[in-house]
């Protein structure tokens, strides 16, 4: 692992362990060990990123690249804003479920998977992941939770198979799993292992048609852990890892086109369903997973394309996704805190009632459709780009398509939520807390910043490639 940034892996394992001994008798010292570990962890990584000396000297003193501290920062800023609410709402049953221990440690185990320099150590730390997310979605009372869980670990159960067949054939075939030495002498015998392991963590990414688990997750799970799920989880889980693999087989050149072009098919395909089946959605939590699910087809299909703008394209929308995602999933969870559902059939004119909670919606569903000139109009522009320089015109024109779609149905769930005549049953709902709020606002204001900044944040992510 790079050792500048080991300490993201073990200080998350560390607080992990002291929450339950030094929050035994008092719940707030949990959320505080929790918060302040992930605070300073931003903040340290904020101070790398945006501190002069480092960018005049092209982080060069540093053994990490773009996509790593960029992982890491979307990381910690979704574990972040998550927990934080979770403190500010009361909304998750911290004492009965252990919810800041297991936050901590999938926290510590996405953190090794980003630093992780070779493909054992990267499935190693995706099980421990799998572990703690299952005890996370399994930590709602009810059937909902349980059922939800059961499905993620089930359902995701071949692709670790499938991993731990590729991980062999790659060590039959050439005796190493290191990225660096893979990328440096490209084989027939690494490229069948990749295809084996792009297929499991394209089950893993909830990539059609193996996206089956993935509503159920979200919806069963606490509003709080569906935030996180839908933010970071599934991403450095599965696209994180798919993102890297379209790194090493761009190498392979011709050879690798055959499965660039099936994860380019299953990406086009998981947008597409997507964005229909958001459309036929009542619940809003289900709406945002199937939304979720189509974004993570944009994600895969730019990486597929196997260029630079396609690759950075990628990159960028896993950070914009966490950024638009998380904001949509925690203002619904301060919907149900206030209205007491999820249903949209049930809801309506709540805007007069919880105006800020609406307008940080609004600027997350524009990002999500792409709408200039938040974050993801960028994202969606060079996975379409490279999508059409790469000759995939038909794929280009339906990313754009479904991406008009996307504000379609974000518009109707903006206005079944918010606008029209306000309810009866609801005249008593109140925004909520400032506290509640804070994080929405965060992600709305880092939306902002990083459409308006996105030639720095580019030229940032060029230097992954």
């Known amino acids: 692992m790079t050792t500048e940034l080991l300490s993201y892996s073990i200080i998350p394992l560390l607080s992990a362990l002291a929450i339950p001994f030094l929050g035994r008798t008092n719940r ?53 804003c998550c927990v934080f609410f979770a403190s500010a709402s009361h909304m998750v049953k911290a004492e009965k479920n252990a919810f800041y221990p297991l936050i901590m440690i999938s926290v510590s185990a996405m953190s090794s998977m980003v630093l992780a320099r070779d493909y054992f150590t990267l499935y190693i730390f995706m099980e421990a992941l799998a572990v703690t997310s299952f005890s996370l979605i399994a930590g709602e009372e009810g059937k909902g939770g349980i059922e939800g ?83 970071v989880v599934t991403k450095i889980s599965g696209i994180y890892a798919l993102v890297k693999i379209c790194m090493t087989i761009r190498l392979f050149g011709e050879p690798a086109k055959p499965v660039a072009f099936a994860l380019l098919l299953a990406g086009v395909l998981t947008l597409i369903f997507g964005a229909i089946a958001a459309l036929m959605q009542k619940d809003m939590k289900r709406m945002l997973a199937f939304s979720s699910i189509s974004q993570m087809g944009y994600i895969a299909a730019g990486a597929a394309t196997l260029t630079p703008v396609g690759i950075i394209g990628a990159i960028l929308h896993i950070f914009n996704h966490a950024t638009f995602k998380t904001s949509l999933f925690l203002n ?97 709902v109140r925004e909520a807390s400032a506290y509640m709020l804070a994080p ?26």
């Open 332 to 428: 619904s969870a301060a919907i149900e805190k206030s209205a007491g559902t999820t249903d949209m059939r049930k809801m309506g004119g709540l805007e007069k009632n919880m105006p800020y909670t609406s307008w940080t919606s609004i600027i997350a569903l524009f990002s999500t459709a792409g709408v200039p000139p938040l974050s993801g109009f960028w994202s969606k522009l060079l996975i379409i780009v490279a999508l059409w320089v790469s000759g995939f015109k038909l794929a280009a024109v339906l990313a754009l398509v479904f991406s008009i779609l996307t504000l379609a149905y974000f518009m109707m769930m903006q206005k079944k939520v918010f606008f029209g005549k306000p309810r009866e049953e609801l005249k008593d």
């Open 28 to 80: 707030k010292i949990s959320e505080i060990i929790a918060n302040v570990t992930l605070l300073a962890g931003l903040a340290n990584l904020a101070y790398i990123i945006f501190h002069p000396m480092n960018r005049n000297s092209d982080y060069a003193v540093f053994s990490f690249d773009g996509l790593t501290i960029t992982m890491l920062f979307t990381i910690y800023m979704v574990a972040l």
């Open 149 to 231: 869980a059961i499905k993620y670990i089930l359902l995701t159960f071949p692709a670790s198979a499938l991993i731990l067949i590729g991980i062999a054939i790659m060590l039959m075939s050439g005796g190493t799993i290191n990225f660096d030495m893979i990328n440096s002498s490209p084989s027939t015998g690494n490229l069948a292992a990749l295809a084996f392991i792009t297929l499991g963590f394209a089950i893993k990414a909830g990539l059609f048609p193996f996206h089956f688990w993935t509503p159920d997750a979200y919806q069963g799970a606490p509003s709080a852990v569906s935030a996180y799920l839908a933010g």
């Open 440 to 465: 929405a606002f965060l992600m709305s204001l880092i939306i902002v910043l990083s459409g308006i900044f996105f030639p720095y944040v580019f030229e940032f992510l060029g230097k992954t490639l």
